[in-house]
């Protein structure tokens, strides 16, 4: 199974997930790393706040914040090459990454929708 690693930018706390004012991106973003955890992969995040060393001493990171600058986070890198920047990924994108079968979101019974039609 793939190893991925998140670089995020500087956040309040390790997952973005705190405070008064949350970004929902991060909220869907970090049940999708639960998500994939739970399902065998392998996700670590690191947080330039509160791990900056780890930045620094990561040649392919450190040689994207050189170009890019800080900006441009979060950096993805899955198995020590770069996948994504400047976002999030999505589940799918996790499930891809680390070998995961997607599921399916559950389809919604009763109601009075049927197939593409709502009333």
């Known amino acids: 199974m793939a190893s991925i690693q998140i670089f995020d930018p500087a956040l309040?706390?390790?997952t973005g997930v705190c405070g008064v004012d949350v970004d929902q991106v991060l909220v869907s973003f970090a049940?999708?790393?639960?998500w994939a955890k739970q399902n065998g992969a392998q996700v670590e995040r690191f947080?330039?706040?509160q791990q900056p060393l780890t930045f620094a001493e990561n040649s392919t990171v450190k040689a994207f914040l050189e170009r890019s600058g800080q900006e441009a986070l979060p950096l993805i890198l899955v198995d020590g090459e770069v996948a994504l920047a400047g976002r999030?990924?999505?589940?799918?994108?996790l499930a891809r990454w680390a070998g995961i079968a997607a599921v399916s979101a559950?389809?919604?019974q009763g109601g009075c929708c049927s197939g593409s039609r709502c009333c």
């Open 12 to 14: 309040c706390c390790s």
């Open 31 to 34: 049940a999708d790393v639960d």
């Open 47 to 49: 947080n330039l706040a």
């Open 88 to 93: 999030y990924p999505n589940r799918a994108e």
């Open 106 to 108: 559950p389809q919604s």
